[in-house]
């Protein structure tokens, strides 16, 4: 339903219709209003006549069918006849000699005619416009007003009004110039300016009015009083006339192109004819002429100068409806002025703000968090009640926020929501289940930074009184027609108060803008960090491996270690001594996890567990005890191990693996075969026993420990990888370690690789 108190919403990009649109004819009620072809009704308003011709030929293809009563010519003689035939050959010359000239037609509107009706000559506008497919539109409508028509005289009448335009220092100023002087210029009994919210609920800010009418002033409109379809057409056609909301709409003749076989696209004309539910919404409000102005901003629909006439129907000619467009291009521009200079003033300030946090987020020995709440602090930046920062587990608050269960519940949707910030001033409607305290946490404002991290700002409900013209929650009224009921607009315009509840204050264009620039700060921030963490991680990592391996005179011994790309450091160790009877112990493991965390549980790990064997343990044991450790000292870790104890003389394993991929016995075979091991759980679980296993390494054999890194492979199951390694062993069973890392890499190495190869010669 088209109106003039529409609620916008995102508008249709030029060259795109409305999906699902009616076929013409459809009878139009609420239920698919939304859907009403609007840019091609196949009909116009009366005042004027309508006429398609074909360039060059200039032959009229379509004419409306009030051609008799305006011009006095029947349709019959008109259509597929030159275009004289309609307005007389001096006045089409002047037509075709315009369209040959101009490529913007808007520029050389109106072409003033003098065209003989029934023996008398009458003044006529011409205003022409192209349509898409090739066709020139031709209207013709009856002249009224001062003549000639030009621009000078457009400017001189609106010139007073455009200096106080200039003058004004506020927006309210602004709009109250701009309600008076429309009015003045074209006489309409109320005119309004709307402004639109960001989901274009309508406000009128501005009124000029009959002192007899009751004041529109300060009414809330609700979105749903406007379809997309017409606000594509707001854009696109700036003025909108209705001198009539009675007439009796005139139908062109054919109905449809004769080339095309389409309906005509009426998007530009100002006769178009309007929809039937627009029409009955104004007839409710007791209105019997209207007029609107777009007033756009970058192209977009911001608000609308509306004109309303209730004493019967009324016709500003087209001299002064141009004039009113003008005085709304001029506010336009000094509302997009006014806007952009109060947002940079807020930029600068917000970028004051940002530098001092990002100079405070540069200083590694203070943790973020902290810096983010100092002096200034993010409550600086973007205003609000309360915030909550969460970034390397370092929680902190400040001002009033909601407990830390409900903030983890807003960071687990603001995360859901995809985007790197998500924001709501009604967290209620997007977290039903939670009890909110509305006191703390009415809206959000949250920045959703990498692994899992967050700032959350946080505002409290603000209640707000709207008055809307009309109950917005009742939005229609049932009419009975004979068998059928049909849906139509409301009749009731009285002011109806709303008490907005649950919501908090909106977070404005700026504030989202502030918070964007400060994530990309923060993201930085945590990358140069953790940098700086993984560097010291890996020096911790690389320090715990055995700067040497024992060098044994009867058997060969290799390792190799390959950090992960990426500088992603984890928890991959190895380790190979001698005790003191001559056996040789060979350990390999692999803690959870990345980065300077895994490497202190390696660290803690790796040391027990040599100390227990060196004691003398057996690895079974040495693995239980370990584990004890583990959930003792360090509960939360958790790691995979496989420890082998080899009697050098008789190549007897004692072995035990808690969780990790077995080892490979190598010989003489084209695939390697896993050896004989029990697989008992990971370090790090309760109640778990962990199972001795035993076997002999032959003369000509070898066993080969790894880490996961070497066989997993994105996309593809570890089984193959196993696969591959076991036929890669079997190419060579006396290779090193470092030649079967080379071999499995293949460049596909996406976590850390752990390699030790034993062979008895």
Sequence with gaps: MTSSQPRLAPSIPDGQTVPDLLPVGTPIDLDNCAREPIHIPGSIQPRGVLAVVREPDFEVRQVSANVAEVLGRSVADVVGRPLSVLMGAEQASRVEQAA??????????????????????????????????????????????????????????????????????????????????????????????YRYDQDYNGEVVAECKREDLNSFLGLHYPSTDIPAQARALYEKNWLRLIDDVDYTPAPLVPAMDPDSGAPLDLTHATLRSVSPIHIEYLQNMGVHASMSISLLRHGRLWGLIACHHYAGPHLPPFGTRAAAEFLGSTLSLRLVDRFEGDQLHKRLSAQAVLAKLTAAALDDGEPLSAA???????????????????????????????????????????????????????????????NLDRQLAAGALALNLPDGQCAIWFRREVLRSVDWGGDPHNKTIVRGEGDEVRLSPRKSFDRWREVVRLRSDPWTLSETESAESLRRHLVEALYRRTRGALRVAERVQRSLLPESIPALPDWHLSAHYEPAAGDNVGGDWYDA?????????????????????????????????????????????????????????????????????????????????????????????????????????????????????????????????????????????????????????????????????????????????????????
Excluded at 373 to 397: E, F, K, M, Q, S
Excluded at 398 to 417: C, E
Excluded at 752 to 760: I, M, N, Q, S, Y
Aim: hydrophobic share 45%; aromatic share 6%; proline share 6%.
């Design 100 to 193: 040959a000239t101009f490529g913007d037609l808007s520029q050389r509107n109106p072409l003033e005619c003098d065209i003989d009706v029934n023996g008398q000559s009458r003044a006529f506008d011409a205003i022409l416009h192209r349509g898409p497919g090739g066709v020139l539109l031709v209207e013709i409508e009856i002249a009224y007003g001062e003549r000639p028509f030009s621009f000078p005289n457009t400017y001189q009448a609106v010139r007073s009004s455009v200096e106080e335009l200039n003058r004004a220092d506020s927006l309210a100023e602004l709009y109250a110039i701009a309600a008076r002087a429309v009015r003045d210029l074209t006489g309409f009994d109320r005119v309004m300016v």
């Design 372 to 434: 983010l709440l100092g002096a200034p602090d993010l409550l600086d930046l973007v205003p609000a009640d309360g915030v909550v920062v969460d970034i390397a587990g370092d929680y902190r608050t400040h001002g009033s926020v909601p407990p830390q269960q409900i903030v983890s519940a807003v960071a687990t949707w603001a995360r859901g929501a995809g985007d790197e910030i998500a924001s709501t001033d009604c967290l209620a409607h997007e977290l039903p289940e939670l």
């Design 577 to 761: 001594f001698e005790l003191r009877d001559g056996r040789l112990v060979v350990l390999i493991g692999d803690v959870a996890g990345h980065g300077i965390t895994a490497a202190g549980t390696m660290a803690q790990l790796r040391n027990a567990l040599r100390a227990l064997l060196f004691a003398g343990a057996t690895p079974a044991d040495a693995l239980a005890q370990l584990n004890d450790f583990c959930l003792h000292m360090m509960p939360g870790a958790f790691a995979t191990v496989v420890a082998a104890r080899v009697d050098l003389s008789s190549g007897y394993v004692e072995a035990a693996c808690a969780g990790h991929l077995k080892p490979y016995l190598t010989n003489a075979a084209p695939s390697a075969t896993q050896a004989p091991i029990r697989l008992s759980p990971p370090i790090g679980i309760k109640g778990v026993r962990y199972e001795p296993s035993a076997f002999t390494v032959e003369p000509g054999h070898g066993l080969v420990l790894y880490s996961d890194g070497l066989v997993e492979r994105r996309g593809e199951s570890i089984d193959d990888g196993l696969d591959r390694l076991a036929q890669t062993l079997g190419r060579a069973n006396t290779a090193p370690a470092s030649w079967i890392w080379t071999e499995m890499a293949s460049g596909n190495i996406d976590d850390d690789v752990t390699v030790v190869a034993l062979r008895r010669p």
